[in-house]
């Protein structure tokens, strides 16, 4: 093992003074509830005395605290996700008592196309006091070769009582970075033409081009080595122009990453690499659609997560010259937080829906339930969240906001697909042996139930349902639709099935 902390922190040093003070990002509580409510559930204690759970904290004494998470897919949201280097981040605890602290944050960094060396950035040492105070460390990761952060640590000599801990990170959004297209679709092979619109003139920005879905090094357009490292340079409108070829070898896509590291600005296009027979079919149906005007995505994680490469990217990316897209899926969402934030109330991510009806949707795609429909432990399972009848009535009220706010546009419902049962059992039942608090998503009765309500009420509404449940189940190889982690959230392939069906529902309608 390689540690580079000297090192980086030196080039922090030097680099720091260039960086702006303009920063925001979303911040990622990693406390469940706020609180060690669950004990030390996905946290893990170094040290000669047992930690001790509090009702809101834990007490550690003399050890070190950690926490391992690719603290890039705390953003899935957003296209930066697992994209670190050049990225300012930072790691907030809340904690007393007598002693010091020190917080760190581990990256793995590559090395002749693998990330298997770690590099460490560590704030100073910091003095407990009997009062709860924060203790905020914030700092940017300069060097090139990071592919994500992994591990977060509280270094305790003496005993402290940590109560609440976050990571973000900060990005500049002074420097605009985006793309004329929002993302593209391939072959092993094709060319692919990206045009990079910027506020900066004349310019130079650094370019990395990665594979992979998480750009965890192996493969550039010139085959297996390390990630390929360019310049472009924009004109007198702040317009770039860059091309590159999908390797024969990229299995599931490639990622271009446009950023400046010494104003902390962040950008990436992605080129989903679809198979060929399934591209094929896609680009045929995708012929058949007649212009659209403009679509509206509303849903939870399963519409929110992976951009740049998710069902609705690949929409855009099949449809651009048809349509224009407007993806507003917000991850945990229920139907009660859509309701809110519709009208008005305070709700997460209220951003998300800021001149949600500026542009008048001719079509909107609500696609939501999965939060709605998951069961709790401490009722056996047995019981949703948000009860059949809840359901139903939030059903009605959001119909009826986006009727108001968008009489011309045609809504379009779809029925929710059950979890990949193994996948979810195998994050529950090690809780449920602990009597930890849970929730079982997509357990077959629940969601049946709600997609019967679902369809009640269209039928009653006269609107149209996409029947992604009935048809993720006679999936020949349904686990496949699935990411491992969880059995919820959809894979690339999951998110490829569903753009299939969406393009085939719009050529018909």
């Avoid at 949600?356 to 709790?376: E, R, Y």
Wanted: charged letters at 30%.
């Amino acid at each position: 093992m390689r540690n580079d902390t000297k090192k980086i922190k030196n080039e922090l040093e030097i680099e720091k003074q260039l960086l702006p003070s303009n920063c925001e990002g979303r911040e990622a509580n990693l406390i469940n509830n706020n609180s060690f409510s669950r004990g030390l559930y996905q946290w893990f204690f170094d040290g000669k005395k047992l930690p001790q759970k509090l009702k809101s904290g834990v007490k550690c004494t003399d050890g070190t605290l950690s926490h391992y998470l690719d603290l890039g897919n705390l953003e899935h949201a957003d296209p930066q996700c697992g994209m670190p280097s050049f990225r300012r981040f930072r790691f907030r605890v809340k904690g007393k008592g007598k002693g010091e602290i020190r917080l760190l944050v581990r990256a793995r960094r590559m090395y002749a196309g693998n990330a298997l060396e770690f590099g460490v950035l560590e704030s100073k040492k910091m003095v407990l006091e009997d009062e709860e105070k924060e203790f905020v460390f914030e700092e940017a990761d300069l060097f090139s070769e990071t592919v994500c952060h992994d591990r977060l640590s509280v270094e305790i000599k003496g005993t402290a009582v940590i109560s609440d801990t976050s990571f973000l990170y900060l990005d500049n959004r002074e420097v605009k970075i985006r793309f004329r297209e929002e993302s593209a679709v391939a072959l092993q092979g094709d060319e692919v033409n990206v045009e990079i619109l910027t506020n900066r003139k004349n310019h130079k920005f650094q370019l990395d081009l990665y594979s992979g879905q998480f750009a965890l090094a192996g493969y550039n357009n010139k085959g297996f080595g390390p990630v390929l490292h360019d310049t472009v340079t924009s004109d007198e409108k702040g317009v770039a122009q860059y091309s590159f070829k999908v390797a024969q070898c990229v299995p599931d896509g490639m990622r271009l990453a446009v950023y400046d590291a010494k104003e902390n600005a962040k950008q990436s296009f992605f080129a989903t690499i679809l198979p060929e027979k399934l591209y094929e079919e896609m680009k045929k149906t995708a012929g058949k659609v007649k212009k659209k005007g403009h679509l509206l995505f509303l849903g939870d994680s399963l519409t929110d997560y992976d951009r740049g490469r998710n069902y609705s990217s690949i929409i855009s990316a099949f449809l651009g010259k048809k349509c224009t897209l407007r993806n507003a899926g917000v991850g945990g969402d229920t139907l009660e937080m859509i309701h809110k934030r519709l009208t008005g109330q305070n709700a997460y991510r209220s951003e998300m829906y800021k001149d949600l009806f500026k542009v008048k949707p001719d079509m909107i795609f609500l696609f939501c339930g999965g939060n709605d429909t998951k069961a709790l432990y401490s009722t056996g399972y047995k019981t949703p969240i948000f009860p059949p009848e809840k359901q139903k009535g939030l059903l009605e009220e959001v119909l009826s906001i986006l009727r108001k706010n968008a009489p011309e546009a045609k809504i379009v419902l779809t029925t929710i697909p059950a979890s990949f049962l193994p996948w979810q059992k195998s994050l529950t039942e090690p809780q449920a042996k602990a009597g930890t608090q849970h929730s079982f998503f997509g357990l077959p009765e629940h969601t049946e139930r709600y997609n019967k309500t679902l369809r009640d009420f269209a039928k009653k509404e006269n609107i149209p349902v996409i029947e992604l449940a009935s048809a993720m189940a006679e999936h020949p190889d349904r686990m496949q639709l699935y990411v491992p982690d969880d059995g919820v959230h959809f894979s690339l392939k999951g998110h490829q099935f569903y753009a299939k069906i969406l393009l085939e529902f719009l050529a018909e309608n």
